[in-house]
């Protein structure tokens, strides 16, 4: 049987953001293929850590794929400048969505991947009819932009949510992944891949935790991932 691949996605706000140049190669250089960047309006959530433009600069030093999570409430123009920078996945955010199909209509016919992404108290019955669209679901696990509150822990609901929906995405025989961001921990990590996550948007609980090196918060995380795949085959 093909052992589950799971992606870990940097998160680049928990980067060195006077250096990110150098930050990304440091990904690089571990192997890490995917990049998570927030793209906030300081409307839709209370935080504006990367411009449109230094994403363009970002853009021309590597070419890592970008997992690209709009936190916003005009979708549309940020979806449009995400698209003409050229990433690799869009993820969106139901709560500030109209025109949902279009977005990811616009989104597919570009060729970048689709995401849905929905904060903590969202029911998952949202996802009713557009589930089958999407490549991705981006599950918020604290509320969007509020990683700065180190007090702010992960919804005691987390690892339920993930296990629901991919009960939800295995139902409807779909393929889709399934993204975790939010306080994705080393403790939390096990727990979260077990209940189905696919995607771990890695900060500064996991991958940039300090006074240890990536590579060897690199190597933990892998272990508490092997954890976590190991205790949900056996639940098989």
Known sequence: ?????????????????????????????????????????????????????????????TDIDFDVHIMANDNEFFIQEMINIGVEQISFHLESSVHIDRYVNLIRKSGTKVGVALTP??????????????????????????????????????????????????????????????????????GLVEAGADILVAGSTSLFIKNRSLAENKQIMEERISEGISKGEAVK
């Open 1 to 61: 049987m093909q052992k589950r691949k799971i992606t870990i996605a940097p998160s680049i706000m928990s980067s060195d953001l006077c250096n990110l140049e150098k930050s990304v190669k440091e990904i690089e250089k571990e192997g890490i293929d995917t990049l998570h960047i927030d793209i906030i309006d300081g409307a839709f959530s209370p935080s504006m850590p990367l411009g449109i433009d230094t994403v363009k600069q970002l853009r021309k030093i």
């Open 121 to 190: 108290s969202t029911p998952l019955s949202d996802l009713e009819y557009i589930l089958p669209q999407c490549d991705t679901v981006l599950l918020m696990l604290i509320n969007p932009g509020f990683a700065t509150d180190k007090n702010e822990k992960q919804v005691s609901y987390a690892a339920q949510k993930v296990k629901d929906l991919k009960q939800l995405i295995e139902e409807k025989g779909l393929n889709t992944r399934i993204e975790v961001d939010g306080r994705v921990s080393l403790e939390t990590i096990p």
